[in-house]
């Protein structure tokens, strides 16, 4: 499985962007597909987290301003951010568990100027 993360960007403090991550085999069988993020000198953290079911799950930090969904029929992982905030800036990865097979996108960069 192939993902290619897009839709970051340079955003003012208070703004919104979407990302997406477009896979390259149905995500159907996918169980668990998640967002992650890394800020320079910082380990990489999960953001949110979708299970083929819906169940999704966020971090304290992004719950109330983000939104996880994916779309089965187009193989495609979304991330709604509202409200940025400066501390937001990161490098944004997307990650797919299928079975024993866990696979990464190549991140797309998010900047958030206050």
């Known amino acids: 499985v192939q993902l290619q993360a897009s839709g970051g960007g340079l955003v003012q403090a208070g703004g919104s962007l979407r990302l997406s991550c477009a896979a390259s085999t149905s995500i159907t069988s996918i169980a668990d597909m998640g967002w992650y993020r890394q800020a320079p000198g910082k380990q990489r953290e999960l953001v949110a987290s979708?299970?083929?079911?819906?169940?999704?799950a966020y971090a304290d930090s992004v719950k109330g301003r983000s939104t996880i969904s994916r779309d089965n029929a187009e193989n495609t992982l979304y991330l709604q951010m509202n409200s940025l905030k400066p501390e937001d800036t990161a490098v944004y990865y997307c990650k797919a568990r299928r079975l024993f097979n866990v696979y990464w996108g190549q991140g797309t960069q998010v900047t958030v100027s206050s």
């Open positions: 979708i299970s083929n079911l819906g169940n999704t």
